[in-house]
């Protein structure tokens, strides 16, 4: 596993001792950069030191977890959740951390949840380096109309033409293919939009972005919304609203 930059957020020393001693001991590709006491210097020390991975407790001084996280999304760390009660892990997970640990901390538990972070982060650099490969897209004459959608075990290539619509889940994206179950990957929206060609897709809304394609019908409103062709409904905020109508006119 390659080396992770980590940093501990926990109001307690005595919990941040307890985990440095663990993390140093028994994860041993886990660099600790800084730790913080609260949600407002733990908001500093992500901005100073970019992190790859957070350990973060939920119930703070001074805000919680999620309140930090709302003023950090789009999310670009992967977060282990740390919490004494076993009620915030239904909320944990809807804010797509890769796991959750409950104090006291179990040494077993903590090793899978770091061993998930090293995968998803390396995944993460997969998709950095295939990026390159997908600049050509945006050419007006390329010859390349698939785009890579990384997975646990490797990347879908899929077919752009297929691709109906994405929508933002936090900083992870669901794609809608023609004819397939929808894909979670681990790229935000604004990723998305800097790659795909700008002929053939459309940012409608801050967490849709539209193949022009697929689009059936227009609904009248402040914004008004699109039906696809598979049904689904897809807002379109105020401001897009021009965009969207400039893709038809030639």
Same mark, same amino acid.
């Given at each position: 596993?390659?080396?992770?930059?980590?940093?501990?957020?926990?109001?307690?020393?005595?919990?941040?001792?307890?985990?440095?001693?663990?993390?140093?001991?028994?994860?041993?590709?886990?660099?600790?950069?800084?730790?913080?006491?609260?949600?407002?210097?733990?908001?500093?020390?992500?901005?100073?030191?970019?992190?790859?991975?957070?350990? #973060?407790?939920? +119930?703070?001084? =001074?805000?919680?977890? &999620?309140?930090?996280?709302?003023?950090?999304?789009? !999310? /670009?760390?992967?977060?282990?959740?740390?919490?004494?009660?076993?009620?915030?892990?239904i909320?944990?997970?809807?804010?797509?951390?890769?796991?959750?640990?409950?104090?006291?901390?179990?040494?077993?538990?903590?090793?899978?949840?770091?061993?998930?972070?090293?995968?998803?982060?390396?995944?993460?650099?997969?998709?950095?380096?295939?990026?390159?490969?997908?600049?050509?897209?945006?050419?007006?004459?390329?010859?390349?109309?698939?785009?890579?959608?990384?997975?646990?075990?490797?990347?879908?290539?899929?077919?752009?033409?297929?691709i109906?619509? #994405?929508?933002? +889940?936090?900083? =992870?994206?669901?794609? &809608?293919?023609?004819?397939?179950?929808?894909?979670? !990957? /681990?790229?935000?929206?604004k990723?998305?939009?800097?790659?795909?060609?700008?002929?053939?897709?459309c940012?409608?809304?801050?967490?849709?972005?539209?193949?022009?394609?697929?689009?059936?019908?227009?609904?009248?409103?402040?914004?008004?919304?699109?039906?696809?062709?598979?049904?689904?409904?897809?807002?379109?905020?105020?401001?897009?609203?021009?965009?969207?109508?400039?893709?038809?006119i030639?």
């Amino acid at each position: 596993m390659q080396t992770i930059s980590a940093i501990i957020i926990d109001d307690e020393p005595g919990n941040i001792v307890t985990l440095l001693e663990l993390v140093k001991q028994y994860c041993p590709d886990v660099f600790i950069k800084g730790t913080a006491p609260d949600p407002v210097k733990g908001y500093e020390l992500i901005k100073q030191s970019n992190p790859e991975l957070v350990f #973060l407790d939920i +119930e703070m001084p =001074y805000g919680n977890a &999620f309140d930090l996280l709302d003023k950090l999304t789009p !999310v /670009s760390f992967e977060v282990i959740f740390i919490t004494a009660f076993n009620d915030y892990a239904i909320k944990a997970f809807k804010y797509a951390a890769l796991d959750y640990l409950l104090k006291p901390v179990n040494i077993n538990e903590l090793k899978e949840a770091v061993n998930k972070a090293g995968k998803r982060l390396e995944e993460r650099s997969v998709n950095t380096r295939i990026n390159s490969l997908l600049g050509n897209l945006k050419a007006e004459n390329s010859g390349t109309q698939k785009i890579a959608l990384p997975a646990v075990d490797g990347c879908y290539f899929e077919d752009l033409n297929s691709i109906m619509y #994405l929508q933002a +889940e936090n900083s =992870y994206t669901y794609i &809608f293919c023609k004819g397939k179950t929808k894909l979670l !990957v /681990s790229k935000n929206l604004k990723e998305f939009e800097e790659i795909l060609p700008p002929a053939l897709f459309c940012r409608i809304h801050h967490s849709s972005i539209i193949n022009i394609n697929f689009v059936k019908k227009y609904f009248k409103g402040r914004g008004g919304y699109v039906q696809m062709e598979d049904g689904t409904t897809v807002e379109i905020s105020v401001r897009k609203k021009t965009d969207f109508f400039d893709k038809f006119i030639q």
